[in-house]
């Protein structure tokens, strides 16, 4: 419970600075406020990736690991999947940089990924709604 009040002040906070900014920021015409609000930015991201990364960390050890390498073992099928089916051709961009072949292949791979998980959530979402239906 005294995780929770820490996390609960710490966000209050957060969000107090946030809007106090956000209100300098919009109320000044001066563009150089921007920069340290992106820093800000930067910095709340990342504490909250180490706090996501650690917290599922100690979840997935105290848990059942199966369970997580299953689920860890059928996304990497799925990305497999998708990068094979993946063609990659250089691509002359519009401000003249060259995407590799290779880059190329990574960004369908990429797509293909969310669009089969998508698929996969979509159908699973549909199969969970009939078979409440059914059952009821």
Do not use: C, H, Q
């Not at 991201?45 to 990364?53: F, I, R, S, T, W």
């Not at 072949?101 to 960004?107: D, L, P, V």
């Amino acid at each position: 419970m005294a995780l929770y009040k820490i996390l609960k002040i710490v966000s209050l906070i957060l969000g107090a600075i946030g809007l106090v900014l956000g209100i300098w920021l919009f109320t000044s015409d001066n563009a150089s406020l921007v920069e340290p609000m992106l820093y800000i930015t930067y910095v709340v991201g990342a504490l909250l990736l180490l706090l996501v990364a650690v917290f599922g960390l100690k979840d997935i050890l105290t848990g059942d690991v199966k369970k997580t390498l299953i689920t860890l073992g059928a996304f990497v099928v799925v990305v497999a999947i998708a990068y094979f089916m993946s063609s990659g051709v250089d691509t002359v961009m519009r401000n003249g940089e060259i995407l590799t072949a290779g880059e190329s292949k990574w960004i369908g791979a990429g797509l293909r990924t969310f669009y089969i998980l998508a698929a996969v959530a979509i159908l699973l979402m549909i199969y969970s709604s009939v078979k409440k239906l059914i059952s009821k």
